[in-house]
């Protein structure tokens, strides 16, 4: 069991702590009285085989799932796509769930089984990605018969299911005809709800349920639509908080517990990427995986499952904060471990500061209404050529010219996502859809209008002024410029990562 996340009022003992952006580091002095939230201690994952076989045997709401199972059941395993986790798992648990999942299968005599990763918007997965997610076992026994297949969101043949507010809503055809449906996910942030039915509808419902100010019980009943088409079964693992490699393993680490070889390891890492960029940041970054620890696995009915490892997740991870922040800071992890991209891009960026990292409470946001956000990136304006190529014209043609998501809607998403270019890329090279950037710039936006001023320290001053953003060449400069809306004596809140926490504002 590892230790709590919990605030630490910065003293005049207090260490210099560290900050993170993109791939740089750096250690800070903070103020006396800041917060700094720390998450729960990362710890090292054990054997996950027999919470998955609790799961699998003692489920919610349901029967067990080899009752479920009988020689001609048409079985379909969705694997869902988590893009969030940074950096990678070292070790990906749905792997094996899906092969306990496959070894009841195999002992039922069913023998019509397939695999379709729920990936809905994000890139279709390749073979060496399906190889390191679901082993090598599943992957040479499924993929040479085109057994295991990505979602396509703008897909022919998809199957009307139903239609929420007039609107019909489409169903990948595997997983709308098979007699069973066994979704495999894993839980390591804060979100409400299951993601099964997002990954594997259309494109024009995901249009409806991202739109600038949608109804968020719209995505609940394109749920529930999707629910009563299909006999589901759900696994979810909850994930504990991330534990890097051993060259990076001191990030996970508190720094007044930082022992010699901690503190060689971030001088090396920082010097490595200060004197080789990006060279140095690729060498440092570009195959770096993390371990997680297995807090539960829930297996059962896909609501009740969702419901439940919602909660062990916000157990694990909840740190009371008393009042609200003036100021928020975060420090913002490259967006992506790649070779190519160490940093991340910059709305890549955006979206982990002000979406994921700002938005983790329980009801009262982390910070006051009109008060600021002070992130730590680079906003090098650089984005994958293939993947992310949407991304970049969408920075290059739309921010540039309006900011508004109302108005980006109107104007741009419909030519963006009936480019057959962007649709060729999304279906054969391995790009997300251009959906995508614009419904995350749609949560980025959103998010912006609660803070007076959001201000990127080390950050490029174009890009930050392109997102509608500031830029400060220091820390200390952020808080002069952010004095204009907060005063001169904030209260400042400081989110200490590489993890994430849920705080619960009193």
């Known amino acids: 069991m590892s230790r709590p996340g919990f605030v630490l009022q910065v003293d005049d003992k207090t260490p210099a702590l560290l900050t993170i952006a993109g791939a740089g580091m750096r250690l800070e002095r903070f103020g006396i009285g800041t917060k700094v939230v720390y998450p729960a201690d990362a710890v090292a994952s054990a054997n996950p085989v027999e919470l998955i076989d609790g799961a699998l045997e003692l489920p919610v709401e349901q029967a067990p799932l080899a009752q479920q199972l009988s020689p001609g059941t048409v079985l379909t395993i969705v694997v869902l796509d988590d893009p969030q986790l940074q950096p990678r798992l070292r070790f990906d648990v749905r792997r094996s769930i899906v092969e306990r999942v496959l070894e009841l299968a195999a002992a039922s005599g069913v023998n019509d089984v397939q695999i ?15 190889t390191r997610a679901l082993g090598e076992r599943v992957a040479t026994s499924f993929l040479p018969d085109g057994l295991i297949m990505s979602h396509d969101v703008t897909a022919a043949d998809l199957v009307a299911v139903g239609d929420v507010d007039g609107h019909p809503v489409k169903l990948n055809r595997r997983v709308a005809e098979s007699d069973l449906v066994i979704s495999v996910g894993v839980r390591a942030t804060h979100r409400e709800g299951s993601s099964f039915a997002q990954g594997l509808v259309d494109v024009e419902t995901l249009r409806l349920i991202g739109a600038p100010g949608a109804d968020p019980g719209l995505a609940r009943r394109v749920s529930s639509v999707v629910g009563d088409a299909v006999k589901s079964f759900a696994v979810e693992a909850v994930l504990g908080q991330p534990l890097p490699m051993r060259s990076l393993r001191f990030v996970a680490k508190r720094e007044w517990e930082w022992r010699l070889g901690d503190q060689l390891s971030f001088v090396t890492a920082r010097q490595c990427v200060a ?20 807090l539960d696995v829930i297996g059962g009915a896909s609501s009740v499952v969702a419901e439940q490892a919602g909660d062990s997740w916000r157990a694990a991870n909840l740190v009371e904060i008393k009042g609200q922040a ?51 990136h680079p906003l090098m304006p650089r984005f994958s050529n293939r993947r992310q190529a949407a991304a970049s014209d969408f920075y290059a043609t739309v921010l540039p010219e309006v900011t508004d998501p109302v108005e980006i809607m109107t104007r741009f998403e419909e030519k963006a996502c009936s480019d057959e270019w962007y649709l060729d890329l999304y279906r054969k090279q391995f790009s997300d859809h251009p959906l995508q950037t614009f419904q995350t710039w749609y949560r980025i936006a959103e998010a912006t209008r609660r803070f007076g001023d959001v201000i990127w320290v080390g950050g490029n001053r174009r890009t930050a002024a392109l997102l509608g953003h500031r830029a400060a060449s220091t820390y200390a400069d952020a808080l002069e410029i952010a004095s204009d809306f907060v005063g001169s004596h904030p209260a400042i809140t400081y989110l200490r990562g590489p993890g994430q926490v849920l705080g619960d504002v009193r």
């Open 116 to 130: 379709v990763i729920g990936n809905g918007l994000s890139k279709r997965w390749s073979v060496p990605e399906v």
């Open 275 to 294: 004197a080789l960029r990006p060279q140095g940041a690729q060498q440092l970054y570009g195959k770096q995986v993390a371990d997680y620890a297995v």
């Open 326 to 376: 003036d100021v928020l800071v975060a420090s913002v992890w490259g967006a992506t471990f790649d070779g190519s991209d160490p940093d991340g891009s910059p709305i890549g960026a955006a979206n982990r500061a002000l979406v994921q990292l700002a938005g983790c409470h329980t009801g009262t946001p982390l910070a006051r209404q009109g008060g600021a956000l002070i992130a730590f």
